[in-house]
Protein backbone atom coordinates (compact mmCIF):
# COMPACT_ATOMS: atom_id res chain seq x y z
CA UNK A 1 0.00 0.00 0.00
CA UNK A 2 2.59 2.48 1.12
CA UNK A 3 4.95 1.53 -2.13
CA UNK A 4 2.06 1.89 -4.73
CA UNK A 5 1.49 5.46 -2.80
CA UNK A 6 5.06 6.21 -3.30
CA UNK A 7 5.46 5.27 -6.58
CA UNK A 8 2.16 7.24 -7.91
CA UNK A 9 3.88 9.69 -6.58
CA UNK A 10 7.29 9.41 -7.86
CA UNK A 11 8.93 9.67 -4.79
CA UNK A 12 12.22 7.30 -4.58
CA UNK A 13 11.59 5.45 -1.97
CA UNK A 14 10.55 2.03 -0.28
CA UNK A 15 8.63 0.56 2.47
CA UNK A 16 9.90 -2.41 4.12
CA UNK A 17 8.73 -4.47 6.98
CA UNK A 18 11.36 -5.00 9.89
CA UNK A 19 10.40 -7.39 12.19
CA UNK A 20 11.84 -6.94 15.68
CA UNK A 21 11.89 -8.21 19.02
CA UNK A 22 10.48 -6.26 21.98
CA UNK A 23 13.89 -6.72 23.61
CA UNK A 24 15.63 -5.01 20.38
CA UNK A 25 13.66 -1.82 20.23
CA UNK A 26 15.61 0.54 21.76
CA UNK A 27 18.22 -0.66 19.59
CA UNK A 28 16.50 -0.40 16.05
CA UNK A 29 15.21 3.50 17.37
CA UNK A 30 18.72 4.32 17.66
CA UNK A 31 19.95 2.53 14.13
CA UNK A 32 17.01 4.62 12.99
CA UNK A 33 18.22 7.84 14.30
CA UNK A 34 21.50 7.26 12.52
CA UNK A 35 20.48 6.34 9.36
CA UNK A 36 20.63 9.72 6.82
CA UNK A 37 17.88 7.73 3.74
CA UNK A 38 15.29 7.16 6.61
CA UNK A 39 11.97 9.39 6.42
CA UNK A 40 9.94 7.79 8.27
CA UNK A 41 8.02 3.86 9.72
CA UNK A 42 4.86 2.30 11.22
CA UNK A 43 4.75 0.66 14.47
CA UNK A 44 2.76 -2.11 15.30
CA UNK A 45 1.58 -4.62 17.61
CA UNK A 46 2.87 -5.50 19.70
CA UNK A 47 4.96 -2.26 20.10
CA UNK A 48 3.15 0.77 19.65
CA UNK A 49 3.01 1.44 23.86
CA UNK A 50 6.60 0.56 24.31
CA UNK A 51 7.71 3.87 21.21
CA UNK A 52 6.12 6.11 23.18
CA UNK A 53 9.19 6.03 25.23
CA UNK A 54 11.45 5.80 22.53
CA UNK A 55 10.60 8.73 20.26
CA UNK A 56 11.97 12.25 21.15
CA UNK A 57 8.87 14.00 20.78
CA UNK A 58 5.46 13.25 20.55
CA UNK A 59 2.22 14.78 18.96
CA UNK A 60 -0.49 15.64 21.17
CA UNK A 61 -2.36 12.95 20.04
CA UNK A 62 0.04 10.33 20.55
CA UNK A 63 1.05 11.62 24.21
CA UNK A 64 -3.30 11.61 24.64
CA UNK A 65 -3.18 7.85 23.30
CA UNK A 66 -0.05 6.70 24.80
CA UNK A 67 0.67 4.53 21.67
CA UNK A 68 2.72 5.96 18.64
CA UNK A 69 1.65 4.31 15.38
CA UNK A 70 3.90 6.43 12.94
CA UNK A 71 7.41 8.17 13.44
CA UNK A 72 8.57 10.79 11.13
CA UNK A 73 12.42 11.24 11.27
CA UNK A 74 13.67 14.80 11.05
CA UNK A 75 17.65 14.48 10.63
CA UNK A 76 17.22 12.12 13.30
CA UNK A 77 15.00 13.77 15.52
CA UNK A 78 12.52 11.17 15.66
CA UNK A 79 8.48 12.86 16.20
CA UNK A 80 5.88 9.63 17.66
CA UNK A 81 2.69 10.15 15.75
CA UNK A 82 -0.55 8.30 15.67
CA UNK A 83 -2.98 7.95 13.06
CA UNK A 84 -5.03 5.13 13.82
CA UNK A 85 -8.02 7.22 15.95
CA UNK A 86 -8.08 10.20 12.58
CA UNK A 87 -8.49 6.84 10.36
CA UNK A 88 -10.93 5.34 12.16
CA UNK A 89 -13.37 8.34 12.16
CA UNK A 90 -12.62 9.10 8.53
CA UNK A 91 -14.09 5.74 7.85
CA UNK A 92 -16.94 5.89 10.04
CA UNK A 93 -18.19 9.13 8.65
CA UNK A 94 -17.06 8.20 5.12
CA UNK A 95 -17.76 4.64 4.34
CA UNK A 96 -21.28 4.73 7.16
CA UNK A 97 -22.00 8.06 7.53
CA UNK A 98 -21.93 7.91 11.49
CA UNK A 99 -21.44 10.93 12.97
CA UNK A 100 -20.21 10.50 16.60
CA UNK A 101 -21.38 14.05 18.21
CA UNK A 102 -24.13 13.34 20.79
CA UNK A 103 -24.29 9.74 20.57
CA UNK A 104 -23.73 6.01 22.59
CA UNK A 105 -20.97 4.19 21.71
CA UNK A 106 -19.52 0.54 23.30
CA UNK A 107 -15.86 -0.61 21.93
CA UNK A 108 -14.92 -4.51 23.22
CA UNK A 109 -11.33 -4.32 23.79
CA UNK A 110 -8.85 -2.36 25.90
CA UNK A 111 -5.68 -2.66 23.35
CA UNK A 112 -3.81 -0.39 21.61
CA UNK A 113 -6.37 0.07 18.98
CA UNK A 114 -9.14 0.74 21.56
CA UNK A 115 -7.56 3.52 23.21
CA UNK A 116 -6.61 5.00 19.66
CA UNK A 117 -10.66 4.85 19.02
CA UNK A 118 -11.68 5.87 22.06
CA UNK A 119 -9.80 8.63 22.58
CA UNK A 120 -10.92 9.56 18.76
CA UNK A 121 -14.56 9.06 19.84
CA UNK A 122 -14.15 11.17 22.74
CA UNK A 123 -12.58 14.14 20.55
CA UNK A 124 -15.24 13.77 18.38
CA UNK A 125 -18.23 14.55 20.95
CA UNK A 126 -19.52 11.23 21.89
CA UNK A 127 -22.05 11.60 24.86
CA UNK A 128 -21.36 8.41 26.37
CA UNK A 129 -19.07 5.17 26.08
CA UNK A 130 -19.25 1.55 27.20
CA UNK A 131 -15.47 -0.03 26.83
CA UNK A 132 -16.11 -3.84 27.86
CA UNK A 133 -12.87 -5.95 28.04
CA UNK A 134 -11.90 -9.68 29.07
CA UNK A 135 -9.23 -7.89 31.64
CA UNK A 136 -11.79 -5.44 33.70
CA UNK A 137 -9.10 -3.35 35.28
CA UNK A 138 -7.91 -2.56 31.38
CA UNK A 139 -11.45 -1.81 30.73
CA UNK A 140 -11.41 0.43 33.93
CA UNK A 141 -8.33 2.20 33.78
CA UNK A 142 -9.50 3.07 29.73
CA UNK A 143 -12.45 4.55 30.67
CA UNK A 144 -11.00 6.64 32.97
CA UNK A 145 -8.35 7.80 30.87
CA UNK A 146 -10.60 8.62 28.11
CA UNK A 147 -13.02 10.58 30.50
CA UNK A 148 -10.39 12.69 32.07
CA UNK A 149 -8.70 13.24 28.35
CA UNK A 150 -11.73 14.50 26.59
CA UNK A 151 -14.77 15.00 29.10
CA UNK A 152 -17.27 12.03 27.67
CA UNK A 153 -19.25 9.84 30.35
CA UNK A 154 -17.12 6.50 29.99
CA UNK A 155 -17.85 3.39 31.98
CA UNK A 156 -15.55 0.44 31.80
CA UNK A 157 -17.00 -3.33 32.27
CA UNK A 158 -16.46 -6.81 31.80
CA UNK A 159 -18.11 -8.72 29.36
CA UNK A 160 -20.30 -10.88 31.87
CA UNK A 161 -21.60 -7.81 33.58
CA UNK A 162 -25.48 -7.51 34.40
CA UNK A 163 -25.71 -4.07 33.48
CA UNK A 164 -24.08 -5.10 29.65
CA UNK A 165 -27.43 -6.17 27.93
CA UNK A 166 -29.16 -2.58 28.82
CA UNK A 167 -26.07 -0.30 28.22
CA UNK A 168 -25.39 -1.38 25.07
CA UNK A 169 -29.18 -2.06 23.93
CA UNK A 170 -28.31 2.25 24.09
CA UNK A 171 -25.72 2.31 21.90
CA UNK A 172 -26.05 3.36 18.10
CA UNK A 173 -22.59 2.12 17.35
CA UNK A 174 -20.81 -1.27 18.70
CA UNK A 175 -16.89 -1.69 17.57
CA UNK A 176 -14.71 -4.34 18.12
CA UNK A 177 -10.99 -3.56 18.59
CA UNK A 178 -10.07 -6.64 20.56
CA UNK A 179 -8.02 -9.52 18.42
CA UNK A 180 -11.17 -11.77 18.50
CA UNK A 181 -12.74 -12.82 14.50
CA UNK A 182 -8.55 -12.94 13.44
CA UNK A 183 -9.35 -16.30 12.76
CA UNK A 184 -12.54 -17.87 11.11
CA UNK A 185 -13.13 -20.48 13.75
CA UNK A 186 -13.38 -17.46 16.80
CA UNK A 187 -16.65 -16.75 18.36
CA UNK A 188 -18.30 -13.27 17.69
CA UNK A 189 -16.69 -10.91 20.63
CA UNK A 190 -19.70 -10.11 21.57
CA UNK A 191 -22.85 -12.00 22.00
CA UNK A 192 -24.89 -11.47 19.00
CA UNK A 193 -28.42 -11.82 21.06
CA UNK A 194 -27.18 -8.05 22.27
CA UNK A 195 -26.89 -6.55 18.94
CA UNK A 196 -30.29 -4.73 17.45
CA UNK A 197 -31.51 -3.49 14.12
CA UNK A 198 -30.24 -0.10 13.06
CA UNK A 199 -27.35 -0.17 15.13
CA UNK A 200 -23.76 0.55 13.49
CA UNK A 201 -21.13 -2.70 13.99
CA UNK A 202 -17.99 -1.63 13.52
CA UNK A 203 -15.36 -4.29 13.45
CA UNK A 204 -11.26 -3.20 12.91
CA UNK A 205 -10.27 -6.22 11.57
CA UNK A 206 -9.42 -6.10 7.70
CA UNK A 207 -8.60 -9.91 7.21
CA UNK A 208 -10.36 -11.49 7.19
CA UNK A 209 -13.30 -8.87 5.27
CA UNK A 210 -15.97 -10.21 6.73
CA UNK A 211 -15.43 -11.41 10.34
CA UNK A 212 -18.00 -13.89 12.40
CA UNK A 213 -19.35 -10.83 14.00
CA UNK A 214 -19.88 -8.87 10.93
CA UNK A 215 -22.21 -11.77 9.66
CA UNK A 216 -23.85 -11.98 12.75
CA UNK A 217 -24.56 -8.21 12.64
CA UNK A 218 -26.22 -8.30 9.34
CA UNK A 219 -28.40 -11.25 9.88
CA UNK A 220 -29.60 -8.96 12.47
CA UNK A 221 -30.07 -5.75 10.21
CA UNK A 222 -27.33 -4.00 11.70
CA UNK A 223 -25.31 -1.79 9.32
CA UNK A 224 -21.80 -3.47 9.12
CA UNK A 225 -18.05 -1.92 8.17
CA UNK A 226 -14.61 -3.64 8.48
CA UNK A 227 -11.32 -2.62 9.49
CA UNK A 228 -9.48 -2.30 5.30
CA UNK A 229 -11.46 1.61 5.50
CA UNK A 230 -9.22 2.18 8.69
CA UNK A 231 -6.41 0.83 7.59
CA UNK A 232 -5.82 2.43 4.34
CA UNK A 233 -6.84 6.27 6.29
CA UNK A 234 -4.28 5.55 8.77
CA UNK A 235 -1.48 4.86 6.47
CA UNK A 236 -2.82 8.15 4.22
CA UNK A 237 -2.17 10.03 6.97
CA UNK A 238 1.19 8.60 7.64
CA UNK A 239 2.19 9.04 3.88
CA UNK A 240 1.26 12.75 4.47
CA UNK A 241 3.31 13.28 7.29
CA UNK A 242 6.44 11.36 5.63
CA UNK A 243 6.35 13.54 2.64
CA UNK A 244 4.06 16.58 3.19
CA UNK A 245 2.01 15.27 0.21
CA UNK A 246 -1.59 13.74 0.00
CA UNK A 247 -0.94 10.41 -1.55
CA UNK A 248 -3.01 8.57 -4.87
CA UNK A 249 -5.62 6.98 -2.42
CA UNK A 250 -6.90 5.09 -4.97
CA UNK A 251 -3.38 3.63 -5.73
CA UNK A 252 -2.80 2.70 -2.05
CA UNK A 253 -6.47 1.18 -2.07
CA UNK A 254 -5.78 -1.03 -4.98
CA UNK A 255 -2.44 -2.54 -3.81
CA UNK A 256 -4.24 -3.13 -0.32
CA UNK A 257 -7.18 -5.06 -1.48
CA UNK A 258 -4.76 -7.15 -3.90
CA UNK A 259 -2.34 -8.05 -0.82
CA UNK A 260 -5.33 -8.57 1.14
CA UNK A 261 -6.98 -11.16 -1.47
P1 LIG B 1 -3.80 -5.52 21.55
O1 LIG B 1 -3.03 -6.79 21.66
O2 LIG B 1 -3.21 -4.27 22.10
O3 LIG B 1 -5.26 -5.72 22.27
C1 LIG B 1 -6.01 -6.90 22.06
C2 LIG B 1 -7.38 -6.75 22.73
O4 LIG B 1 -8.14 -7.93 22.40
C3 LIG B 1 -7.33 -6.68 24.26
O5 LIG B 1 -8.38 -5.87 24.70
C4 LIG B 1 -7.56 -8.15 24.65
O6 LIG B 1 -8.14 -8.30 25.93
C5 LIG B 1 -8.56 -8.58 23.62
N1 LIG B 1 -8.54 -10.03 23.39
C6 LIG B 1 -7.54 -10.75 22.83
N2 LIG B 1 -7.87 -12.05 22.78
C7 LIG B 1 -9.11 -12.15 23.33
C8 LIG B 1 -10.00 -13.25 23.58
N3 LIG B 1 -9.67 -14.50 23.24
N4 LIG B 1 -11.18 -13.00 24.16
C9 LIG B 1 -11.53 -11.72 24.49
N5 LIG B 1 -10.73 -10.65 24.30
C10 LIG B 1 -9.54 -10.86 23.71
O7 LIG B 1 -4.13 -5.36 20.00
P2 LIG B 1 -4.52 -4.02 19.21
O8 LIG B 1 -5.40 -3.20 20.09
O9 LIG B 1 -3.33 -3.36 18.63
O10 LIG B 1 -5.38 -4.62 17.97
C11 LIG B 1 -6.69 -5.13 18.17
C12 LIG B 1 -7.31 -5.48 16.83
O11 LIG B 1 -7.48 -4.30 16.04
C13 LIG B 1 -6.46 -6.45 16.00
O12 LIG B 1 -7.34 -7.40 15.45
C14 LIG B 1 -5.86 -5.58 14.92
O13 LIG B 1 -5.68 -6.30 13.72
C15 LIG B 1 -6.96 -4.52 14.74
N6 LIG B 1 -6.42 -3.23 14.24
C16 LIG B 1 -6.89 -2.75 13.05
C17 LIG B 1 -6.43 -1.55 12.56
C18 LIG B 1 -6.95 -1.04 11.26
O14 LIG B 1 -6.36 -0.10 10.70
N7 LIG B 1 -8.06 -1.54 10.75
C19 LIG B 1 -5.42 -0.74 13.27
C20 LIG B 1 -5.00 -1.33 14.53
C21 LIG B 1 -5.49 -2.55 14.96
P3 LIG B 1 -7.24 -8.36 27.28
O15 LIG B 1 -6.96 -6.94 27.64
O16 LIG B 1 -8.11 -9.07 28.25
O17 LIG B 1 -5.99 -9.13 26.92
Given at each position: ???AG?????I??????????A??????????RG??????????????E?A?S???????E????????T???????????????????????????FV?????????????????????L????????????R??E??????????????????G????D?????????CGL??????L??????P????????R?????????Y??RE????????????????????????G???????TG??P????M?????????
Amino acid sequence: MQNAGLQAAGIDGLYIPWRVKAAGLPTAFEALRGMENFGGANVTLPHKEQAVSLVDELSSEAASVGAVNTIVSRGGHLFGANTDGQGFLRSLQEEAGFVPRGQQAVILGAGGAARAVAWSLGEAGISVLLILNRTVERAESLADLVSRATGVSAVGLGPDDPRVPERVAACGLLVNATSLGLSPSDPPAIDPVLLRPGMLVYDLIYRPRETTLLLEAKKRGCQVVGGLGMLLYQGALAFELWTGQKPSEEAMRTALIQALA
